[in-house]
């Protein structure tokens, strides 16, 4: 499989545009991407979520792979199940829940089928309503029933304390935790040893693909890992700064199509 290609796209700011919808011109160049290609949905979001918009991309041969919680998961979509999961140890996972309460941190969890919170917030509910996903709220760290792949840390301000300051806080208590960014007081976090761009070394190993015939899409601070281990690394026109500094190349916005425009181009599909 030398000569074919592999094809990972961010979903939110990248595939999807700023309604949270794929428009039917990207439905329709991402499905006809041929089969001998390795194609990957990468995304923050839980496997439920995911699932079902790799779903209405029409992604179901056995080269159709989903990414969720930033690498937490990876699941095929030709023989529907989960073939890697790196969930976080209970023990962190307990700890997370007790810091975030400690701090006065809102805390969001990322498991296979539901979003937990510790606050019922406007703004969680806005984004379980648009990934179509049920929250679970949760009080005390048993209140957590399913195994978790990741979450976010959202800061509520503190006089007392900087967000600069919390963002070491939590690198040094938890040093098997990888933060993806700290911006404007929000935080995605993983396990260390596993990333978007980890799973996609694994699956072009697993698959036999070259990575060198790679190609990543993304927007934001969490597609920085996808950056690092692919060799086409393209930002969405409205990317961040620095995941544009770091790309190879740059492509119309995702409210224009840029990611299935620029596979169509170079597949000549």
């Not at 011109?25 to 699932?51: E, F």
């Not at 079902?52 to 937490?72: D, E, M, P, R």
């Not at 701090?103 to 806005?126: D, P, R």
């Amino acid at each position: 499989m030398k000569n074919n290609k592999i094809f990972s796209f961010d979903l939110d700011g990248t595939l999807l545009n700023d309604q949270n919808k794929i428009s039917q011109k990207t439905i329709n160049i991402i499905s006809s991407i041929p089969s001998n290609n390795l194609i990957i949905i990468n995304t923050g979001r839980s496997l439920k979520s995911a699932k079902i918009l790799a779903k209405q991309l029409k992604l179901t041969h056995s080269n159709c792979y989903v990414v969720s919680s930033n690498g937490g998961i990876i699941y095929s979509m030709y023989d529907h199940k989960i073939i890697y999961d790196n969930f976080i140890d209970k023990k962190i996972q307990k700890e997370i829940i007790n810091y975030a309460k400690k701090n006065n941190f809102i805390l969001y969890l990322n498991s296979e089928n539901f979003i937990w919170s510790n606050q019922l917030t406007k703004s969680i509910e806005f984004w379980s309503s648009s990934i179509g996903v049920d929250i679970k709220i949760f009080n005390k760290k048993e209140d957590v029933t399913e195994p978790i792949t990741g979450g976010v840390f959202t800061y509520i301000k503190n006089k007392n304390i900087s967000i600069e300051k919390h963002y070491k806080l939590l690198k040094n208590q938890f040093p098997n935790i990888h933060f993806h960014h700290f911006k404007e007081g929000v935080s995605d976090f993983t396990n260390n040893w596993f990333n978007k761009g980890i799973a996609i070394k694994w699956l072009a190993k697993k698959k036999g693909f070259d990575i060198n015939n790679s190609y990543c899409f993304g927007d934001s601070y969490n597609d920085i890992d996808m950056f690092e281990h692919t060799t086409h690394k393209i930002a969405v026109k409205n990317a961040i700064d620095e995941l544009k500094a770091k790309s190879t190349e740059i492509c119309l916005s995702n409210n224009e199509d840029g990611p299935a425009l620029f596979v169509k181009k170079i597949l000549r599909i």
